[in-house]
């Protein structure tokens, strides 16, 4: 789910960063497009003091101080700016003031002073702000530069979710195929919303063989009377197409995708007799829960939502979208 990645983890991290690299330590002896690394001397004092604001984390202190060494009309170098951009950017983020953070930590992880080995990290803080924003084009910039340089589930689920939002399917699909495929070889079982939306993405895109498989892998990982009704009914659709519940290969493993037929007949027996008396879970109709949770405004519709169904009292999740 979404929340794996701690929005105040991030926020720490940003803080963390410029409390342990400071100005000061900063100053390496190098040239290069950040110059010489050196505050300009004629704002040094400003600037230390909007340093001091910052360790003692008084963030109101340090946009202050920070105001000052704008106003002051001595030219600026590029570490200047950047050192800027970092305080702000934090002292924002802390402030919950988040539209303002993502500008200047945007800026400072665009500058020739922003170490490169900070940078996964700081695209990981710039993804979320971005995203919680909704500002989903900027999230999927943000979290595709984070990957290329550390491939990261939680941050390719977030990414994959920004693009169903925007309705980009295509993408939604690659990279949703990929964590799945990824989780799945070691061992790990995908969320059940990820294979969800994924399976969402397939239904616009009109891809059935992926969405039967991922009913499949819904049945076989999180089995519930709504995901046991609707492959029923997949399956049963795609008949015309001699696409059947077959029966399965000797020595199989129970509950593998591939041993559908199993895992419906026990397990949706199992189910009826376990849900006896009580009414099934409802799911609001539009929203994914989990990777979209709060956020995923009127872009994203759930693949999964619908109605309910005699049968256990299952509710009737529709594999295909209208409209």
């Not at 402030?95 to 700081?122: D, H």
């Not at 109605?307 to 299952?314: D, N, P, V, Y």
Request: with cysteine; glycine share 8%.
């Amino acid at each position: 789910m979404l929340n794996r990645l701690s929005f105040g983890s991030a926020i720490r991290s940003a803080t963390a960063f410029v409390v342990c690299l400071g100005i000061a330590s900063a100053a390496i002896a190098q040239t290069d497009a950040c110059g010489d690394r050196k505050v300009t001397k004629k704002i040094s004092k400003d600037m230390s003091a909007a340093q001091e604001a910052f360790n003692a984390k008084n963030w109101e202190e340090v946009l202050v101080k920070a105001a000052l060494v704008e106003s002051n009309p001595t030219p600026r170098s590029v570490f200047d700016d950047f050192w800027l951009n970092e305080f702000k950017g934090v002292a924002h983020t802390n402030l919950k003031k988040y539209p303002e953070a993502l500008v200047e930590l945007e800026a400072a992880v665009s500058s020739p002073c922003m170490e490169e080995a900070s940078k996964p990290n700081r695209y990981k803080v710039l993804m979320q702000l971005a995203y919680s924003q909704k500002q989903y084009p900027k999230a999927i910039e943000f979290g595709n530069h984070a990957l290329e340089s550390n491939w990261d589930a939680d941050v390719a689920i977030y990414v994959g979710n920004a693009y169903y939002i925007g309705n980009d399917y295509k993408n939604t699909k690659r990279i949703l195929s990929e964590v799945v495929a990824k989780q799945e070889e070691a061992g790990k079982v995908p969320d059940e919303q990820t294979y969800r939306i994924l399976q969402g993405a397939c239904v616009n895109l009109k891809d059935d063989p992926c969405v039967t498989e991922q009913f499949e892998k819904l049945v076989a990982h999180y089995p519930k009377p709504a995901y046991w009704q609707d492959l029923t009914n997949t399956l049963l659709r795609s008949s015309s197409t001699d696409k059947q519940i077959e029966r399965p290969a000797p020595g199989r493993r129970r509950g593998h995708p591939a041993d559908i037929g199993a895992v419906l007949r026990d397990g949706a027996a199992r189910d009826c007799r376990g849900t006896a008396g009580r009414s099934p879970v409802h799911h609001r109709e539009g929203k994914p829960e989990g990777h979209l949770q709060g956020s995923a405004g009127k872009g994203a519709r759930d693949p999964t939502a619908g109605g309910s169904q005699a049968g256990c009292g299952a509710r009737q999740v529709h594999a295909r979208q209208t409209g």
